[in-house]
């Protein structure tokens, strides 16, 4: 058997390899979801039953599945094994409304999602032997937990630090000569700041030359602002998955794709993805945004078949012509944004992701502190607000900045803005998932 670290003959397989591995593996699901009363039941309202899953073609007759659909079946949602073959459970993070329980077999985690991430980890050239900062959080959350899993199996040297202990770790990131780290680049942002602080010059004293940044969606800005005060030869690799496809397992960089800001759907052979029209549920073509749906293929507890994600993400122009030789494996953008995360302001669309990259592009600014501000309930806002950091690095004044910054943005987005900037430090700090879109009550 080869081992997980070398190459592997199925990653560089050819599109009509995978599409008839899809096929039958599809049809096997079919199979599995007949035996679950609550499957039926929720394919029944759409007037078909398992059977009819047979290939591709006849998913796109399937029902979409939504938190609503997850939410009636409280607490252990269309879970296909009894409770007590489940070897453990993950949790959605719960931001709006109770969290979703996922199950996991032994299979589940210990054969399905540690492949599925060791493909990751062979795609950025991680190595056996290379020493792992893991600061993705634990608990049921899956992002610390799956990374300990795999990085295991893989032969890393682990150190399950998780999110947090900024004074500590950039001691330890010297110390201990990390060479790799997962974790959210907020984060790393925050602690390449605590640790100029601290006395600690990190392109000099870290040894990091790899990291892999899920949790949170970053523009190719405010990579290269992380790589440019790494160690030479630093990578950050935006990562992507979610609890519901089983993992931070669907898509990831290769060192060719980096450089253009796409990710290659990794997982296809064991994680379908389908790229939709949110409103029409049609799949949009190459260089067209739409929204992720996912079907799990492998899964044993909790498959999903077309989980509606909510996340967009824009199909690359041509998205099977990397350079690294990967033939079926599709290349897409980064994360755009969530459905839900998108504002409307004066009936301009706007995506938090948009401010984001014009924060990034300015030097004088705190890269990973900085809100948007809504007011009232309404879907349809009047204005935003947008409060930045400045650094004390910076040349301009607090109020020169925030004119800058507000010239930006209506430059961007076509809207004017209000904007306030403050001294460093001022604005919340995230380990994990930022919050960015902070809604004030009426005060009128
Ligand atoms: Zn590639």
Request: contains cysteine; glycine residues 8%.
């Amino acid at each position: 058997m080869t081992a997980l670290h070398e190459p592997h003959a199925e990653d560089f397989q050819s599109l009509d390899e995978l599409h008839a591995l899809q096929d039958r593996k599809l049809q096997a699901l079919g199979l599995r979801l007949a035996g679950s009363p609550e499957w039926c039941a929720h394919l029944a309202k759409a007037g078909v039953k398992p059977g009819d899953l047979r290939d591709r073609t006849s998913l796109a007759a399937m029902p979409t599945l939504e938190k609503a659909d997850l939410r009636e079946r409280y607490p252990f949602p269309m879970l296909t094994v009894p409770v007590e073959q489940v070897a453990r459970f993950c949790a959605t993070s719960g931001t709006t409304g109770l969290p979703v329980m996922f199950g996991f077999t032994r299979h589940d985690w210990e054969v399905t999602l540690v492949r599925q991430l060791a493909r990751i980890y062979r795609t950025v050239n991680l190595r056996p032997g290379d020493r792992v900062y893991q600061g993705f959080g634990y608990g049921l959350w899956i992002g610390g937990p799956s990374m300990d899993a795999a990085l295991s199996a893989y032969g890393a040297v682990n150190f399950p630090v998780g999110p947090g202990r900024a004074d500590l770790v950039v001691r330890w990131l010297a110390d201990h000569g990390y060479t790799v780290t997962t974790m959210s680049p907020l984060w790393l942002m925050t602690l390449i700041a605590t640790a100029k602080n601290a006395g600690f010059d990190p392109a000099r004293q870290w040894k990091l030359r790899l990291g892999v940044f899920g949790g949170q969606s970053v523009s190719a800005t405010f990579r290269q602002e992380i790589e440019a005060q790494m160690p030479s030869g630093f990578m950050a690799h935006n990562n992507y998955g979610t609890t519901e496809a089983g993992g931070p397992i669907l898509s990831i960089s290769c060192p060719h794709s980096h450089a253009h800001d796409q990710m290659h759907l990794i997982n296809e052979d064991s994680v379908l993805t389908e790229i939709v029209d949110p409103k029409t549920l049609q799949p949009v073509g190459p260089g067209e945004v739409g929204e992720v749906l996912i079907t799990t293929l492998d899964k044993q507890a909790s498959p999903v078949v077309r989980w509606r994600t909510r996340d967009l993400v824009r199909r690359a122009d041509r998205p099977y012509a990397c350079a690294c030789g990967r033939k079926a494996f599709a290349l897409i953008g980064r994360i755009i944004g969530r459905s839900d995360d998108m504002l409307k302001v004066r009936g301009v669309i706007v995506f938090p992701t948009q401010v984001e990259d014009v924060i990034a592009g300015m030097e004088c600014l705190a890269k990973e502190a900085w809100q948007i501000y809504i007011d009232g309930d309404g879907a349809s806002l009047d204005r935003i607000e947008v409060a930045v950091e400045r650094l004390p690095s910076a040349t301009m004044g607090t109020d020169a900045l925030a004119a800058e910054v507000a010239a930006r943005l209506r430059a961007r987005l076509g809207l004017t803005v209000n904007v306030t900037c403050h001294v460093e430090g001022k604005l919340p700090r995230y380990e994990a998932k930022a919050a960015r879109v902070i809604r004030r009550a009426a005060t009128h």
